[in-house]
């Protein structure tokens, strides 16, 4: 809601919206993302186990995302990238998605499927587990998991395709599975997904609308599931 000077820390407790979660105490370092206070960012990047890339929807990667990167890169900070603000005009799940390729050489794997975009943007689909989840309530706190609708359905199938075969790039015990034509459970997909972004040989990209509540959760899931305890 503005932007951030100092880096602020704190923490919160996460019991996660799926069932295996045990309760993780997760501690918060905000840094700035602003362009001059870059020795701040490094600071805190010298102690952050974890960190997730906060990246415009509409924007993208934006040259204070570069100076950032580089920083994490520097310190082997793995990351998770979060594609904000999917409510505004303009916004582009799979555009930023492709700018992590082209402008910071990641290997950026999508796991979500936004339903909708801009004014029209309804919740999100895990597609690792094939589930939709909607955010309702005037601050997203209420979370209603669905199976997804019908005309996502293709889509979803097709992206938990791209996942596996997205990880099963840069990890041999998925990528094994995967050539021998093998069923790949949930499990062991979270498994390879955690061990490839431990490695920083791939950056998971999910996305949200933080101001709205929506997609945070599925977020602090992924922290508790594919970063650094």
Same mark, same amino acid.
């Given at each position: 809601?503005?932007?951030? $000077?100092?880096?602020?820390?704190?923490? @919160?407790?996460?019991?996660?919206?799926?069932?295996?979660?045990?309760?993780?105490? +997760?501690? +918060?370092?905000?840094?700035?993302?602003?362009?001059?206070?870059?020795?701040?960012?490094?600071?805190?990047?010298?102690? %952050?186990?974890?960190?997730?890339?906060?990246?415009?929807?509409?924007?993208?990667?934006?040259?204070?995302?570069?100076?950032?990167?580089?920083?994490? &890169?520097?310190?082997?900070?793995?990351?998770?990238?979060?594609?904000?603000?999917?409510?505004?005009?303009?916004?582009?799940?799979?555009?930023?998605?492709?700018? %992590?390729? =082209?402008?910071?050489?990641?290997?950026?794997?999508?796991?979500?499927?936004?339903?909708?975009?801009?004014? &029209?943007?309804?919740?999100?689909?895990?597609?690792?587990?094939?589930?939709?989840?909607?955010?309702?309530?005037?601050?997203? =706190? #209420?979370?209603?998991?669905?199976?997804?609708?019908?005309?996502?359905?293709?889509?979803? &199938? $097709?992206?938990? =395709?791209?996942?596996?075969?997205?990880?099963?790039?840069?990890?041999?015990?998925?990528?094994?599975?995967?050539?021998?034509?093998?069923?790949?459970?949930?499990?062991?997909?979270?498994?390879? +997904?955690?061990?490839?972004?431990?490695?920083? &040989?791939?950056?998971?990209?999910? @996305?949200?609308?933080?101001?709205?509540?929506?997609?945070?959760?599925?977020?602090?899931?992924?922290? @508790?599931?594919?970063?650094? #305890?």
């Amino acid at each position: 809601k503005g932007i951030t $000077i100092q880096s602020a820390a704190t923490y @919160c407790i996460w019991r996660g919206s799926k069932e295996q979660l045990p309760d993780h105490n +997760i501690n +918060i370092i905000d840094t700035p993302g602003h362009v001059d206070f870059t020795i701040e960012v490094e600071r805190a990047l010298r102690v %952050l186990d974890g960190a997730i890339l906060v990246l415009d929807s509409g924007k993208g990667v934006q040259s204070q995302s570069i100076t950032v990167d580089r920083q994490m &890169k520097r310190y082997r900070v793995p990351r998770i990238a979060y594609v904000n603000k999917m409510d505004n005009p303009g916004a582009n799940y799979d555009r930023v998605a492709e700018m %992590l390729k =082209e402008k910071l050489q990641h290997h950026p794997v999508k796991l979500q499927v936004p339903m909708g975009s801009e004014d &029209k943007f309804e919740g999100i689909i895990d597609a690792v587990t094939g589930r939709a989840y909607f955010f309702d309530g005037a601050n997203g =706190e #209420n979370i209603r998991e669905t199976d997804p609708p019908a005309e996502y359905v293709e889509a979803t &199938k $097709i992206r938990r =395709e791209e996942i596996i075969e997205g990880v099963a790039e840069v990890d041999d015990q998925l990528a094994e599975k995967f050539l021998n034509g093998d069923e790949v459970t949930t499990d062991e997909l979270r498994a390879a +997904i955690r061990r490839a972004t431990l490695a920083l &040989k791939m950056t998971p990209v999910m @996305c949200g609308s933080a101001f709205k509540n929506k997609g945070v959760q599925l977020l602090l899931d992924a922290v @508790c599931m594919y970063l650094p #305890n």
